[in-house]
């Protein structure tokens, strides 16, 4: 294993001090439990969103905390999911009198624990639970279907409604309308490695790509041998077309997501392939976002998500942002 | 190979025509010969700074085209010079009448080509060689030291500085001030690949590290086995340090960077033990910036790179700035 590390029990603890210094003057780190708030809070009768997760997505879920998205985010060890308490303790420092809003990525460590959270909040509380990626409908650790890239467009979306003063139930409707019209699917070319397992999480051959990859390494639809990129990105866009049935016209947003190992070159590329089938298709590709937005440690992939836009979510994902990783 | 890729020959096309798609707020590419420039041009009598070199270090220089740094970058092929009738054109279409300011890193094919374009440049202009890296004196591709993420930071200086109406003598002062009081170095865990090689650029064994390596796969001091984290930053800063010499309570602008392939979390491990190290030693860590600012393709490695502050460079750093890869 290949990894800028002193002990893989103490990486998060460090790492999330190295975030809060490098960000202090967007966020807070706390402990016991741990969770990363944002600085200036928002003011009373606002919409408190928190979301969460395993490590090792990064910039998800951390580097999205601040204004006009998450309020709070509660990291657990790499690819594991958080505890409850860590969602407790983060809804209580950072609700607002109107009401917590959990934004949960469809996993079953973190739909358990969110759950147990939840059964435990004496203040108001909605979840919004994500599963845009299409590749498959069950998988390692999932009943029903992945949450991977789209989450940061509904964490724009809900933050950007509840920075607005919309009401939970109005946050709520919002982030499930997002999650509805929104669609994903990566493929990777290499695995990543948990720093404490220590080894690769699953083989792939020097020629092979695996297409419909998850966010941990969970294996997709097929394993392939590699072929030009824009093959690639019209077998992901026909997965993500044909999932969404926008209809002819559709306003889109298109996000090109880097898995940790691809570099913004490429990334740049596939976007240019994207866009152009999506012209030829006679839809109208609005708002782009490249970059590594949702990663699965070093994995070389990339994933593409479409959401269909209306002016009410183009103006919320155009809302003024700004946090470690996003600015709007 | 494992690459998102059609074709090797019109990889840097392609990809940036995606980039200047993903952002056309901000800019502008223009084609035969090829640079990449502002949209919202500076008002007249405000120098014009222009920087270029080959592609693969994306986001650097692409990505810092917009206020408050670069007004024109020329992206030359993969780990490639840009050609000097690129550096020309860029010059003449983004220069407002106070000069133009080429940034280049000291590479021979950059400083050879940057020298023709100043001998045909009939506008007046001035160089700042950048040349950051402590780790050897000579390399692979370069007399004397070479420029790596140190860049980033005289970019984002001097461009502070035109924005502000400096005239170019004094840009170009600042220009080479700030690269004096700058040092970096690199290790890499990985090799890279350049798209039309096929083939690493080097090979390294599983349980080896390059220290002080270069941003395109050049030999650094020595090849060792993996050590901790904590000695590997130890060392880097023993070398940046060392050439530095800051005297005690310096204040300094810690930057993390990440060559490409290496997460996150990592990064955020390293600064942390970075900040504890110059703590320990008494510099006042006051500015921080983390990321792939300047990477190397996919490879698994990062870079520490250190600036003296004093007023003037702090004030310049946190100027603003809205570019693709660097907000402030």
């Not at 493929?187 to 092979?208: D, R």
């Not at 070389?300 to 009410?312: I, K, N, Q, V, Y």
Request: glycine letters at 10%; proline letters at 5%.
């Amino acid at each position: 294993m290949k990894k800028f590390l002193d002990d893989a029990d103490t990486l998060l603890e460090h790492s999330l001090r190295g975030f809060a210094l490098a960000h202090a003057d967007l966020v807070q780190l706390h402990r016991a439990p741990t969770f990363v708030a944002r600085r200036a809070r928002k003011p009373q009768g606002h919409v408190a969103v928190i979301s969460g997760g395993g490590s090792g997505h990064e910039p998800l879920h951390i580097g999205y905390v601040g204004q006009g998205m998450l309020d709070a985010a509660c990291p657990g060890q790499v690819f594991t999911a958080p505890t409850p308490d860590q969602m407790l303790a983060a809804a209580q420092a950072v609700e607002a009198g109107a009401g917590v809003l959990f934004i949960v990525k469809n996993y079953s460590g973190d739909t358990m624990n969110f759950q147990m959270a939840s059964d435990m909040l004496a203040i108001q509380h909605m979840t919004v639970l994500v599963n845009d990626d299409v590749a498959v409908e069950n998988s390692t650790h999932t009943s029903g279907r992945r949450g991977v890239a789209g989450t940061v467009i509904v964490e724009k979306v809900v933050g950007a409604a509840a920075e607005a003063g919309i009401d939970l139930a109005g946050c709520k409707r919002l982030g499930d309308r997002t999650n509805a019209c929104t669609a994903s699917m990566g493929v990777a070319f290499s695995s990543c490695t948990v720093p404490a397992a220590g080894v690769p999480t699953f083989e792939i051959g020097a020629g092979e790509i695996e297409m419909g990859v998850g966010i941990h390494g969970e294996p997709g639809r097929r394993r392939e041998l590699i072929k030009p990129a824009s093959v690639i990105v019209d077998e992901v866009l026909d997965a993500v077309l044909s999932d969404l049935s926008p209809p002819p016209g559709q306003s889109l947003l298109l996000l090109v997501n880097g898995l940790g190992g691809t570099p913004l070159m490429e990334l740049y590329l596939l976007l240019q392939l994207a866009v152009q089938r999506l012209a030829r298709e006679g839809f109208q590709v609005d708002r782009v976002r490249v970059g590594n937005l949702t990663t699965a440690l070093e994995m070389a992939g990339a994933s593409l998500t479409l959401t269909m836009l209306d002016d009410e979510l183009r103006a919320l994902w155009d809302a003024p942002a700004r946090t470690a990783a996003f600015a709007a």
